[in-house]
């Protein structure tokens, strides 16, 4: 550890004081921190305070006697101006006194100091001034900027850097030129620090820092806001050999693969795992990141509608073939353990068209879904032959669609809705009461308005035929049954009250017009 020279110039008097810092055998390397000098000044302060309370005591009652005085003889002329100048109730407050700011100056020596034979000036916008003492053929050996100002033909005794915008940065790459090893000092520094080391060092023309620095922050992580920082300060390099590919290599791949097949591929990943915990939360994140891809302005890669229709119809092959064997009457008497896997396989083929299902209706894709789905008349006639506990996600999918007719995310034609509820509500209603209590996060108002909703789209005679048919299975199952109250309130007045209304404006409208 050795020490350089900081001077500080206050009222026209210089100090002299010592800041430790590291040092390397060939001079200087870091610049110390403004924290550090700001410890040592205060304390020197605290130095100088020792030396004032040494002085010769001064006798306390004497020194009271004379406060005292003084402080009638103010009390005495405050009361007379008052006399004299009434003063407002509100009075008038001084403005407090500014402490009158001295600029900060200091002075940084490296290397061998004795051997110094240029001076630079830094000066910083906020009014700190640096001047660093260095060597010519150090500075001109490695920064093309000092080279170029070195070698006009009158020689320079000091040269002035004005409204320096990173002074501390400055002195530490300026520092750097000092060391063998500009990558191994960098070690541990931050990597929006070493940021600021690489813009100083393009600034100075410090080739060697600048590759110090490339290899710094190919070595080391970085994500986030740091990593839009990084690529948008080393992406103009790319034309200057530097050689930063490895380093846009980490955000951006080379190879020619297209992203769309590389979702595909997570997709089938995704759809094709057995274990449930992974699964589901790997569903979950490839969801939203979807998303997040929708949301681009611009537009970003995403998986194809016709990979997904592919998916969906593995799904509805598998499913079919699946109900088909637990349809069968040997099924029935088979084990609890030998029937698992099936009842597993049905569970995973349903949670997976369902989880195909939210990706079509996020691309406003899903009314072809709607009509394969409405489609399914051997799935629906097997529906009631498979054990509740195994078959209730495929009511699941069901209820994904109507909510999405009920809430214009999808749609589908006039025919594909009433094949729709003709297919498929009837197996809806019979696994309403276990997807209640069985089934987590299932939301019994929505599904309810989704379903009256899809109902109320139909023309009056078909919106009767349903809803007359849901009075009867509501009057025998009650809350075993989707509520359709509002649907059923809705058809009796378009039924049973609108046409009144529309006959009797009419006639008032007819007699209008005869007047």
């Given at each position: 550890?050795e020490?350089?020279?900081?001077?500080?110039?206050?009222?026209?008097?210089?100090?002299?004081?010592?800041?430790?810092?590291?040092?390397?055998?060939?001079?200087?390397?870091?610049c110390?921190?403004?924290?550090?000098?700001?410890?040592?000044?205060k304390?020197?302060?605290?130095?100088?305070?020792?030396?004032?309370?040494?002085?010769?005591?001064?006798?306390?009652?004497?020194?009271?006697?004379?406060?005292r005085?003084?402080?009638?003889?103010?009390?005495?002329?405050c009361?007379?101006?008052?006399?004299?100048?009434?003063?407002?109730?509100?009075?008038?407050?001084?403005p407090?006194?500014?402490?009158a700011?001295?600029?900060?100056?200091?002075?940084?020596?490296?290397?061998?100091?004795?051997?110094?034979?240029?001076?630079?000036?830094?000066?910083?916008?906020?009014?700190?001034?640096?001047?660093?003492?260095?060597?010519?053929?150090?500075?001109?050996?490695?920064?093309?900027?000092?080279?170029d100002?070195?070698?006009?033909?009158?020689?320079?005794?000091?040269?002035?850097?004005?409204?320096?915008?990173?002074?501390?940065?400055?002195?530490?790459?300026?520092g750097?030129?000092?060391?063998?090893?500009?990558?191994?000092?960098?070690?541990?520094?931050?990597?929006?620090?070493?940021?600021?080391?690489?813009?100083?060092?393009?600034?100075?023309?410090?080739?060697?820092?600048?590759?110090?620095?490339?290899?710094?922050?190919?070595?080391?992580?970085?994500?986030?806001?740091e990593?839009?920082?990084?690529?948008?300060?080393?992406?103009?390099?790319q034309?200057?050999?530097?050689?930063?590919?490895?380093?846009?290599?980490?955000v951006?791949?080379?190879?020619?693969?297209?992203?769309?097949?590389t979702l595909?591929?997570?997709?089938?990943?995704?759809?094709?795992s057995?274990?449930?915990?992974?699964?589901r939360?790997?569903?979950?994140?490839?969801?939203?990141?979807?998303?997040?891809?929708?949301?681009?302005?611009?537009?970003?890669?995403?998986?194809?509608?016709?990979s997904?229709?592919?998916?969906?119809?593995?799904c509805?092959?598998?499913?079919l073939d699946?109900?088909?064997?637990?349809?069968?009457?040997?099924?029935?008497?088979?084990?609890?353990?030998?029937r698992?896997?099936?009842?597993?396989?049905?569970?995973?083929?349903?949670?997976?068209?369902?989880?195909?299902?939210?990706?079509?209706?996020?691309?406003?894709?899903?009314?072809?879904?709607?009509?394969?789905?409405?489609?399914?008349?051997?799935?629906?006639?097997?529906?009631?032959?498979?054990?509740?506990?195994?078959?209730?996600?495929?009511?699941?999918?069901?209820?994904?669609?109507?909510?999405?007719?009920?809430?214009?995310?999808?749609?589908?034609?006039?025919?594909?809705?009433?094949?729709?509820?003709?297919?498929?509500?009837?197996?809806?209603?019979?696994?309403?009461?276990w997807?209640?209590?069985?089934?987590?996060?299932?939301?019994?108002?929505?599904?309810?308005?989704?379903?009256?909703?899809?109902?109320?789209?139909l023309?009056?005679?078909e919106?009767?035929?349903?809803?007359?048919s849901?009075?009867?299975?509501?009057?025998?199952?009650?809350?075993?049954?989707?509520?359709?109250?509002?649907?059923?309130?809705?058809?009796?007045?378009?039924?049973?009250?609108?046409?009144?209304?529309?006959?009797?404006?009419?006639?008032?409208?007819?007699?209008?017009?005869?007047?």
């Open positions: 550890m020490n350089f020279t900081l001077r500080r110039l206050e009222q026209g008097r210089a100090r002299i004081r010592s800041v430790p810092i590291a040092v390397s055998p060939e001079g200087f390397w870091c110390p921190s403004p924290a550090a000098i700001q410890r040592t000044l304390n020197q302060d605290l130095q100088d305070s020792k030396q004032r309370s040494q002085l010769p005591p001064v006798d306390k009652r004497q020194s009271s006697t004379s406060l005085s003084r402080l009638i003889a103010e009390d005495q002329r009361l007379s101006s008052a006399i004299a100048t009434p003063i407002s109730s509100k009075g008038t407050e001084r407090p006194k500014q402490k700011e001295v600029p900060r100056k200091i002075s940084v020596g490296f290397g061998q100091m004795e051997t110094s034979d240029l001076k630079i000036m830094l000066h910083a916008k906020c009014g700190t001034s640096v001047r660093m003492s260095v060597h010519r053929n150090v500075l001109a050996e490695h920064s093309k900027f000092f080279a100002k070195l070698s006009e033909q009158s020689p320079l005794p000091q040269i002035e850097i004005l409204e320096c915008d990173d002074v501390e940065i400055y002195v530490e790459t300026v750097l030129m000092y060391t063998k090893d500009a990558k191994h000092r960098l070690i541990k520094q931050s990597v929006p620090r070493v940021l600021r080391i690489l813009k100083i060092a393009e600034t100075l023309g410090f080739h060697a820092c600048i590759k110090s620095c490339l290899d710094h922050l190919e070595a080391v992580p970085w994500e986030g806001e990593e839009e920082k990084v690529v948008s300060a080393i992406r103009h390099l034309d200057d050999g530097y050689g930063i590919s490895p380093i846009l290599n980490r951006a791949s080379g190879f020619c693969h297209p992203p769309n097949d595909s591929e997570i997709m089938e990943l995704v759809l094709e057995s274990e449930d915990r992974g699964r939360e790997m569903k979950s994140l490839v969801l939203k990141l979807l998303k997040e891809n929708l949301l681009m302005a611009n537009g970003s890669a995403d998986i194809s509608v016709e997904l229709y592919a998916s969906c119809r593995r509805l092959e598998s499913l699946l109900f088909r064997h637990a349809s069968e009457l040997a099924f029935a008497d088979l084990s609890l353990e030998n698992e896997p099936v009842v597993c396989r049905i569970s995973l083929a349903a949670d997976n068209l369902l989880w195909l299902v939210e990706i079509l209706v996020d691309r406003h894709a899903s009314d072809e879904f709607a009509c394969l789905w409405a489609s399914q008349n051997e799935l629906a006639e097997l529906h009631s032959r498979v054990p509740i506990a195994s078959r209730h996600l495929v009511s699941c999918i069901t209820s994904r669609l109507f909510v999405g007719i009920g809430k214009g995310e999808m749609l589908p034609s006039k025919e594909t809705r009433k094949r729709l509820l003709h297919v498929w509500l009837q197996p809806l209603i019979d696994d309403y009461g997807l209640q209590h069985g089934r987590r996060g299932f939301d019994r108002e929505v599904v309810e308005e989704g379903i009256g909703r899809t109902i109320l789209t023309p009056l005679e919106q009767k035929s349903i809803l007359l849901w009075v009867g299975t509501f009057l025998k199952s009650g809350d075993s049954c989707p509520n359709l109250q509002r649907a059923f309130e809705v058809w009796w007045r378009r039924t049973f009250i609108r046409p009144y209304v529309d006959r009797h404006g009419s006639m008032l409208h007819s007699a209008d017009r005869a007047t």
